[in-house]
Nanobody, 116 residues
Framework: QVQLVESGGGLVQPGGSLRISCAAS????????MGWHRQAPGKQRELVAV???????NYADSVKGRFTISRDAVKNSVYLQMNSLKPEDSAVYYC??????????WGQGTQVTVSS
């Protein structure tokens, strides 16, 4: 089994920055993708950013140029640096890992609130 633990969420003013982290532990088979989704109240969960096969990065159009995903392969961790935050970025952010044998794992989520 694989466990994902997110941290770093909180309250930030519009235009501010925040960095959230996700650490994976447990029986980790080779990672295929690792990244972030988010879900705002009353909305579907959506992809924010993902690292595929360790190096290719994909971003949602709504966060391109503002968010940067990075990964520490030694620590089995992924990070999301969020700059120029907007109120519409407020959501619960979930870490997701897919391994190379088809296992899919989610973290418990971390709340990000952008408000003045």
């Amino acid at each position: 089994q694989v466990q994902l633990v997110e941290s770093g969420g909180g309250l930030v003013q519009p235009g501010g920055s925040l960095r959230i982290s996700c650490a994976a532990s447990g029986n980790i088979v080779s990672i295929r993708t690792m990244g972030w989704h988010r879900q705002a109240p009353g909305k579907q969960r959506e992809l924010v950013a993902v690292i595929v096969s360790g190096d290719r990065e994909n971003y949602a159009d709504s966060v391109k140029g503002r968010f940067t995903i990075s990964r520490d392969a030694v620590k089995n961790s992924v990070y999301l640096q969020m700059n120029s935050l907007k109120p519409e970025d407020s959501a619960v952010y979930y870490c997701k890992l897919i391994d190379r044998i088809g296992g899919t794992y989610w973290g418990q989520g971390t709340q990000v609130t952008v408000s003045s």
